[in-house]
């Protein structure tokens, strides 16, 4: 399968706990973006990565979350001192950087639930 | 600020009729516009897509329309299958920096043999 993954599908954990999440994007694809969806939205822009820089961060991404993609492959997601607002599905999505009008690829996501 | 609206929640469609779901944008700088499929428990799956330049784009089954002066775009399905019972979420996004794609909030389709 060489298509978007993330890891792990669900996640449970109290409030005020650390989480973190992993995103293997297409092999070729230099681009990668975090979404965040809630029920009944679409999904929400994140932060969004060419190659290992990370150019755009929402408003959303507040100083408890944090990204990164070491040597431009796989990225992760953390959010730290969890609240309940926090619980939702995580999306990653992967582009290739030829052209401006090549479609973003989705992984299955991850479902954080805080308790 | 709502810049991508679906004002269906939910659709209704028998099998073998077309189906026609539709989207509004607000912002006149989106150049680029996107359909996505989705299943429970699953992550949104690219369908097609459309530029600007452009006022349709066929892809078997699919068909997106654009009208840019009315800030509009429509995705006809035909003839409709049980298997495109989803959400389908329309999106939209600029054709300079991050690209990232602004989402409706989707609307549920549903076909009935």
């Known amino acids: 399968d060489t298509g978007v993954s993330q890891n792990p599908r669900h996640k449970i954990t109290k409030r005020g706990q650390n989480v973190t999440f992993r995103c293997d994007p297409i092999?070729?694809?230099?681009?990668l973006y975090w979404y965040r969806q809630t029920l009944g939205q679409g999904p929400e822009f994140l932060t969004y990565?060419?190659?290992?820089?990370?150019?755009?961060k929402s408003r959303l991404l507040s100083d408890r979350f944090s990204a990164e993609r070491p040597k431009g492959s796989f990225s992760t997601l953390e959010i730290q001192r969890t609240e309940q607002g926090d619980s939702a599905m995580y999306l990653c999505?992967?582009?290739?950087?030829?052209?401006?009008?090549?479609?973003?690829?989705f992984g299955d996501g991850t479902r954080l639930s805080i308790l | 600020d709502q810049q991508v609206k679906q004002n269906s929640p939910s659709l209704s469609v028998q099998e073998g009729r077309i189906s026609i779901l539709n989207c509004d944008y607000t912002?006149?700088?989106?150049?680029?516009f996107l359909w996505y499929k989705k299943y429970p428990a699953e992550g949104p799956t690219f369908l097609i897509s459309?530029?600007?330049?452009?006022d349709k784009n066929e892809d078997g089954r699919f068909t997106v329309f654009l009208n840019k002066s009315a800030k509009h775009l429509s995705l006809h399905i035909v003839p409709s299958q049980p298997g495109d019972s989803a959400v389908y979420f329309c999106?939209?996004?600029?054709?300079?920096?991050?690209?990232?794609?602004?989402f409706g909030q989707g609307t549920r389709l549903t076909i009935n043999p």
């Open positions: 999505a992967s582009s290739s950087g030829q052209g401006w009008t090549q479609p973003q690829h």
């Open positions: 990565f060419q190659n290992e820089a990370q150019l755009e």
């Open positions: 459309i530029s600007s330049i452009k």
């Open positions: 092999s070729e694809h230099n681009r």
């Open positions: 999106a939209a996004s600029l054709a300079e920096g991050a690209q990232k794609l602004v």
């Open positions: 912002n006149s700088m989106f150049d680029y």
